[in-house]
Antibody, heavy 122, light 107 residues
Framework: QVQLVQSGAEVKKPGASVKVSCKAS????????LHWVRQAPGQGLEWMGWINPNSGGTNYAQKFQGRVTMTRDTSNNTAYMELSRLRFDDTAVYYCARDPDYDTLIGYFDYWGQGTLVTVSS | EILLTQSPATLSLSAGERATLSCRASQSVSSYLAWYQQKPGQAPRLLIYDASNRATGIPARFSGSGSGTDFTLTISSLEPEDFAVYYC?????????FGQGTKLEIK
């Protein structure tokens, strides 16, 4: 069965960076785009960007351009999202989520990781 | 950026009743709209994609309709496990955007 398992919670100081991992299993990792979506406490969902695990190509929401980097390690079926220059309002649960169609960018999310809470606190 | 506005913010109903949730887009998204369900402490779950197609494993009591700017998610007869927050999401334009959510609570 398809699973996306994310790394554990993080506490970071303002200005630091955080790197969250998302390990995929149960499907061909390089065949499906992966997205990152975040959710601030008690708030709605915000799309951050996607990565093509096959080519490594990425597309980021303009809001995060210059601060976010999405990468992947195909030998370990793992995707990463690094967010730099953290601010207090980056405190959120960060999710990885799979795009549903093989080798096609659709823009929906059919499988989700369990989420990683990133807390930015001084 | 396409803005999605969901209404109502909160909907209070009883099990067995019919729920109707709305999502309005600031510009046409054609049929490129999805609905997700999220329970506390859990990741969202895809319910409906392309406005009216049920995702794999989603019960038939969930249905979606609409096109252009106005969309509806209907739950025909509420089960206890349906009380949750529901989000709409568009994929017509990047960046993908979500509505602010409708909380479906037990009356």
């Amino acid at each position: 069965q398809v699973q996306l398992v994310q790394s554990g919670a993080e506490v970071k100081k303002p200005g630091a960076s955080v790197k969250v991992s998302c390990k995929a299993s149960g499907y061909t990792f390089t065949g499906y785009y992966l997205h990152w979506v975040r959710q601030a406490p008690g708030q709605g969902l915000e799309w951050m960007g996607w990565i093509n695990p096959n080519s490594g190509g990425t597309n980021y929401a303009q809001k995060f351009q210059g601060r976010v980097t999405m990468t992947r390690d195909t030998s370990n079926n793992t995707a990463y999202m690094e967010l730099s220059r953290l601010r207090f309002d980056d405190t959120a649960v960060y999710y990885c989520a799979r795009d549903p169609d093989y080798d096609t960018l659709i823009g929906y999310f059919d499988y989700w990781g369990q989420g990683t809470l990133v807390t930015v606190s001084s | 950026e396409i803005l999605l506005t969901q209404s109502p913010a909160t909907l209070s109903l009883s099990a067995g009743e019919r729920a109707t949730l709305s999502c309005r887009a600031s510009q046409s998204v054609s049929s490129y709209l999805a609905w997700y369900q999220q329970k506390p402490g859990q990741a969202p779950r895809l319910l409906i994609y392309d406005a009216s197609n049920r995702a794999t494993g989603i019960p038939a009591r969930f249905s979606g309709s609409g096109s252009g700017t106005d969309f509806t998610l209907t739950i025909s007869s509420l089960e206890p496990e349906d009380f949750a927050v529901y989000y709409c999401q568009q994929r017509r334009n990047w960046p993908n955007t979500f509505g602010q959510g409708t909380k479906l609570e037990i009356k």
